[in-house]
């Protein structure tokens, strides 16, 4: 098994093994029983905040009021009910494809990518409109959630946001085996947005308004000095 030896005092009840333990910290073989190349490893918040570059701080909220929510998600067309939770499909396709991005490439979500929860339209409101949001946060009780539920049918959310994290804070950690492997999304992913949802069937956007984009996604047709 080749693992390594505990050398500590032994525990209440065992006193006579006190002079095996001395005499195995002592021996030629001490170092080979004691050393394990393993490294210890964490990954907080702040980790997070440093490694992604959110731009966020440690008291940024993670949810916004409700109301506040609907009131910007009536701007991007939404033809849903106040939210939570928030029907993607029921986004105009131009905002429908930002949720869609955030979804797949920043939130912990393992599967259903049909609905977003407050905290989820909370990130999208601040992305668009540029206000405070905690997103390191977001992500860590998305890490800490997942950690604490895994099993042999799911393994850990965030394999990218985690790789990133250990090169940045441990630079000389082995690499015994391609830990990630790296996948892009491509182009495809504007077709797949008006795909039908299995979840969803029979929700349909009506198209109701024309579409408005504000904030940093607003018409670079519009702007000036594009």
């Known amino acids: ?17 006190k002079s095996m ?5 002592t021996c030629r073989l001490a170092h080979s029983l004691r050393e394990n190349p393993g490294t210890k490893v964490s990954v907080s918040e702040q980790d ?28 991007m067309s939404y033809e849903g009910a106040v939210p939570p939770p928030t029907i993607k499909k029921l986004l105009h396709p131009y905002w429908r494809f930002l949720a869609h991005i955030y979804l797949v490439c920043i939130s912990g979500n393992k599967s259903g990518l049909d609905k977003l929860t407050l905290k989820q339209t909370s990130a999208l409101v601040s992305v668009v409109e540029g206000g405070k949001h ?15 539920t895994l099993n042999e049918k799911y393994w850990y959310k965030f394999p990218r946001f985690i790789q990133m994290i ?59 000095n594009v």
């Open 1 to 17: 098994m080749n693992i390594a030896c505990y050398l500590s005092d032994p525990p209440k009840g065992f006193e006579t093994y």
């Open 21 to 25: 333990i001395v005499g195995l910290n």
């Open 48 to 75: 997070i905040r440093e490694v992604l570059l959110f731009g966020d701080a440690a008291d940024d909220p993670t949810k916004y009021s409700r109301e506040k929510v609907m009131e910007v998600f009536v701007k």
């Open 134 to 148: 905690n997103y390191s946060k977001s992500v860590f009780d998305d890490m800490l959630v997942n950690v604490k």
């Open 166 to 224: 250990l090169e940045k804070k441990y630079p000389k950690l082995p690499v015994t085996v391609k830990t990630y492997d790296v996948k892009m999304m491509n182009h495809l992913v504007f077709t797949w947005i008006n795909q039908k949802s299995r979840d969803n069937v029979g929700i349909k956007y009506q198209n109701k308004r024309n579409l408005e984009m504000f904030g940093i996604f607003s018409d670079f047709s519009k702007r000036d």
